[in-house]
């Protein structure tokens, strides 16, 4: 399985932004598609995940309101738009998958056994 992440670049604050991931196979095969993010000297951090059963969606409290997750299965491809793009959302942003990861542990990292190579987002100021 490869998950190939894209749509990162400069922005201005208060701009919109829209990252894709593709996967290579259909994305509804797994149980759960993240995003996170981990800027400079920091952490992976959880940003997003949509459940595909239930079709559920989850944000960080950082990021709640401004971004949503979204998908296309007929292009095994999700996305991120980003809106109201701050200074603090600079980072470089990866997609995830996990086919057995469980709710209470989607924000980890460790949850997803699928990794995007990251695309860096940056927000200027």
């Known amino acids: 399985v490869q998950l190939q992440a894209s749509g990162g670049g400069l922005m201005q604050a208060g701009g919109s932004l829209r990252l894709s991931c593709a996967a290579s196979?259909?994305?509804?095969?797994?149980?759960?598609v993240g995003w996170f993010r981990q800027a400079p000297g920091k952490e992976r951090e959880f940003v997003a995940a949509?459940?595909?059963?239930?079709?559920?969606?989850y944000y960080s409290d950082s990021v709640k309101g401004r971004f949503t997750i979204t998908s296309d299965n007929a292009k095994n491809t999700v996305y991120l738009e980003m809106n109201s793009l701050k200074p603090e959302d600079t980072a470089v942003y990866y997609c995830?998958?996990?086919?057995?990861?469980?709710?209470?542990?989607?924000?980890?990292?460790?949850?997803?056994?699928?990794w995007g190579q990251g695309t860096l987002v940056t927000v200027s100021s």
């Open positions: 995830a998958a996990g086919s057995s990861l469980i709710l209470s542990s989607m924000r980890e990292p460790a949850s997803y056994g699928y």
């Open positions: 196979e259909r994305a509804s095969s797994f149980r759960a």
């Open positions: 949509r459940w595909w059963r239930t079709g559920s969606t």
